[in-house]
């Protein structure tokens, strides 16, 4: 029975009663505003949506924070690990042991240890220079304090009659942070 009805019954039947006075009481009711219950669903729902973005920015933020470093280490291995490998790699026959001590440098101590010969041997017979020439550096993997790269460089080896021979290599390395600067800490020649 709606409230139309209600209110129907009650103008012809002149008198309605007990039961009708129940029914016309709860009609009133269905037809008047709901405004404290209306404040109160709309005040929660108001909250709920509030307390979700607030949640929803927290966690936005927790995840874009790591993102962004990530894309901080991933530019600094690009614009270093050339570089750096380089730097490792690259010596002249008279400059040597000045040439290794700063390749020394730009090592781990434990690749330092384990590549101790390379790194303080006198140059190779018959070798006056070798220089490494980073053609194209690719981010494999980057994190805060670590990351691998790929490099491509152009070998130059110069023989001690002048000769050049140049071949290109392909080389993944792994890099550490160690305070402001990248170190090498391994190295897999892939060519």
Same mark, same amino acid.
């Given at each position: 029975m709606n409230a139309e009805s209600v209110v129907n019954t009650d103008k012809t039947s002149g008198d309605p009663g007990p039961a009708g006075k129940a029914e016309r009481s709860w009609a009133r009711r269905l037809e008047?505003?709901?405004r404290? @219950? $209306?404040? !109160?669903?709309?005040?929660?729902?108001?909250?709920v949506l509030l307390a979700g973005a607030v949640v929803a920015f927290v966690l936005v933020s927790l995840w874009r924070a790591p993102?962004?470093?990530r894309l901080d280490t991933t530019d600094e291995l690009a614009?270093?690990?050339?570089?750096?490998?380089?730097?490792?790699?690259?010596?002249?026959?008279?400059?040597?042991?000045?040439? @290794? $001590?700063? !390749?020394r440098e730009h090592v781990t101590p434990q690749l330092a240890a384990s590549a101790a010969s390379g790194l303080s041997d006198a140059p190779p017979a018959g070798v006056r220079a070798v220089r490494w020439e980073p053609l194209s550096v690719g981010v494999v993997e980057a994190y805060r304090d670590w990351g691998t790269a790929l490099v491509v460089a152009e070998v130059v080896v110069t023989t001690s009659d002048g000769q050049q021979r140049t071949e290109t290599k392909s080389v993944s390395v792994d890099l550490v942070r160690s305070g402001d600067r990248w170190l090498l800490s391994g190295l897999d020649e892939l060519q």
């Open positions: 008047q505003p709901l404290a @219950r $209306a404040v !109160a669903v709309w005040g929660g729902g108001a909250a993102v962004t470093e614009d270093q690990a050339g570089a750096i490998v380089a730097e490792v790699f690259t010596a002249q026959a008279q400059t040597w042991r000045s040439d @290794r $001590a700063r !390749a």
